[in-house]
T-cell receptor, first 115, second 112 residues
Framework: GAGVSQSPSNKVTEKGKDVELRCDPI?????LYWYRQSLGQGLEFLIY????????KSGLPSDRFSAERTGGSVSTLTIQRTQQEDSAVYLC?????????????FGPGTRLTVL | KQEVTQIPAALSVPEGENLVLNCSFT??????LQWFRQDPGKGLTSLLL?????REQTSGRLNASLDKSSGRSTLYIAASQPGDSATYLC???????????FGTGTSLTVIP
């Protein structure tokens, strides 16, 4: 069956440009997460969507980062005016029910490189 | 803030050996704990999820234990195989909040 998919798999951009990263969760999953994994670091929580509730944005590192989830399915993470420290692998995960109550399924990630 | 630590950071063992990976967390008020496997260039694959009321979970050659009061979990891998080579991540979900807190992982290499 289809898992979580992310696009693009790799993105190279110049400092100052905006980027959009896409996540397609597993159909029927109500919970969706974005994480960031920097080189040699653990996963860092960014944002959490649950159904139609207001997202938990407490992990977003700056106001250059934003995310939306349209129709309770596809999510887009946008980074404006990218900086070199934004270079990382961005991982999306979804789960069937409320956060923490079910196994999270991760996508393959988007590797972002900011030159 | 919850902090998750994994020891060792890297481990290399000969094929067939049994091994234990360790995970510790600072805040015992957790809802559950999950062990993941990460292969190079790929996302994470969930291995085992232990609810806070449980002591252990088993799946095939894997056994994960949880001692919530002492803030520790172990992942036991029996009869290791080269295909087990990967980075293993531990993550805890607090009673409050919406996020998993991840450790930095243990990089395992099983030598044929």
């Amino acid at each position: 069956g289809a898992g979580v998919s992310q696009s693009p798999s790799n993105k190279v951009t110049e400092k100052g440009k905006d980027v959009e990263l896409r996540c397609d969760p597993i159909s029927g999953h109500t919970a969706l997460y974005w994480y960031r994994q920097s080189l040699g670091q653990g996963l860092e929580f960014l944002i959490y969507f649950q159904g139609n509730s207001a997202p938990d944005k407490s992990g977003l590192p700056s106001d250059r980062f934003s995310a939306e989830r349209t129709g309770g399915s596809v999510s887009t993470l946008t980074i404006q005016r990218t900086q070199q420290e934004d270079s990382a692998v961005y991982l999306c995960a979804s789960s069937f029910r409320l956060a923490g109550k079910d196994t999270q399924y991760f996508g393959p990630g988007t590797r972002l490189t900011v030159l | 803030k919850q902090e998750v630590t994994q020891i060792p950071a890297a481990l290399s063992v000969p094929e067939g050996e049994n091994l234990v990976l360790n995970c510790s967390f600072t805040d015992s008020a957790i809802y559950n704990l999950q062990w993941f496997r990460q292969d190079p260039g790929k996302g994470l694959t969930s291995l085992l999820l232990i609810q806070s009321s449980q002591r252990e979970q088993t799946s095939g050659r894997l056994n994960a234990s949880l001692d919530k009061s002492s803030g520790r979990s172990t992942l036991y891998i029996a009869a290791s195989q080269p295909g087990d080579s990967a980075t293993y991540l531990c993550a805890v979900f607090n009673d409050t909040g919406n996020q998993f807190y991840f450790g930095t992982g243990t990089s395992l290499t099983v030598i044929p």
